[in-house]
């Protein structure tokens, strides 16, 4: 993909799991990609992954959270000439697995800041350069969680449901400028993450996890999770040129997965 060289996009949450996959990925396609995350020790380490494939990065600890933090990163990517023509907004959170009853306030706020609104900060930020020279890629990353929730999972089905809606609307409001915003909804990807919400999900159920991981696999086509380079591999097409003719979609990583 030689359309993408030497173009800047911006990883969040790129320290480790889908966004290191992601970021390594796209840097391997001919991006210099910025890596963004709260934890700096995970991007130092997906920046050396990344360097020793021969690719280009760049290290900025960031709270998407915090729009102050986000502003000091446009000025400085803009201040060193960098031009920001792709945007995967990947920083996410796992939030509480309990009923919505139990949920305290601040667990929700949480979830609901980090999922939805760093998006939204961050594609106030970055969309207008790219508005403005009339090219660019969002790419955002929901979660099959998103239409088809799973127990106890309130805050975090209900963060991720939102960013379609946000996707859908941002690539309506963008497109007649020459910019396109997706959103990729993975299945359950293998990993950390998954791991812990297998165990709740066996918890909440009182079953053993073996059996909620052969539950979760047979509603797929493909009867197995998916892998974070799955994941990056649909997240990188659709930031580059061969997807130019595709925006506002919600594209489904899943496996196969069958939603009902």
């Known amino acids: 993909m030689n359309d993408i060289h030497d173009r800047t996009v911006i990883v969040t949450g790129a320290s480790g799991g889908i966004g290191r996959s992601i970021a390594v990925d796209a840097a391997q396609h001919g991006w210099h990609v910025v890596l963004a995350s709260r934890a700096k020790e995970g991007l130092e380490a997906t920046a050396e992954q990344i360097e020793t494939n021969?690719?280009?990065?760049?290290?900025?600890?960031?709270?998407?959270?915090?729009?102050?933090?986000?502003?000091?990163?446009?000025?400085?990517?803009?201040?060193?000439?960098?031009?920001?023509?792709?945007?995967?907004?990947?920083?996410?959170?796992?939030?509480?697995?309990?009923?919505?009853?139990?949920?305290?306030d601040g667990e929700w706020d949480e979830c609901i800041a980090v999922n939805l609104?760093?998006?939204?900060?961050?594609?106030?930020?970055?969309?207008?350069?790219?508005?403005?020279?009339?090219?660019?890629?969002?790419?955002?990353?929901?979660?099959?969680?998103?239409?088809?929730?799973?127990?106890?999972?309130?805050?975090?089905?209900?963060?991720?449901?939102?960013?379609?809606?946000?996707?859908?609307?941002?690539?309506?409001?963008?497109?007649?400028?020459?910019?396109?915003?997706?959103?990729?909804?993975?299945?359950g990807v293998a990993g950390e993450r998954l791991d812990w919400v297998v165990e709740k999900q066996a918890e909440a159920?009182?079953?053993?996890?073996?059996?909620?991981?052969?539950?979760?696999?047979?509603?797929?086509?493909?009867?197995?999770?998916?892998?974070?380079?799955?994941?990056?591999?649909?997240?990188t097409f659709l930031l580059s040129d061969q997807a130019a003719g595709i925006t506002g979609i919600d594209v489904t990583v899943a496996a196969g997965f069958v939603m009902n």
């Open 54 to 104: 021969g690719g280009a990065a760049s290290i900025h600890p960031l709270d998407v959270t915090d729009a102050d933090q986000i502003e000091d990163l446009r000025r400085h990517l803009a201040d060193q000439g960098r031009t920001v023509r792709g945007l995967v907004n990947n920083s996410g959170i796992a939030g509480p697995s309990r009923p919505l009853w139990e949920i305290e």
């Open 117 to 187: 609104r760093g998006v939204f900060l961050m594609c106030r930020a970055f969309l207008p350069p790219m508005l403005d020279a009339g090219a660019g890629s969002v790419v955002n990353i929901g979660s099959i969680s998103g239409k088809n929730p799973l127990l106890h999972r309130s805050a975090y089905t209900a963060s991720k449901a939102a960013l379609i809606g946000l996707t859908k609307t941002a690539a309506a409001d963008a497109g007649p400028r020459g910019v396109r915003v997706n959103l990729v909804s993975p299945g």
């Open 205 to 235: 159920l009182g079953q053993p996890q073996q059996a909620i991981r052969e539950r979760l696999t047979s509603q797929s086509a493909l009867h197995r999770f998916v892998e974070p380079d799955e994941v990056a591999a649909a997240v």
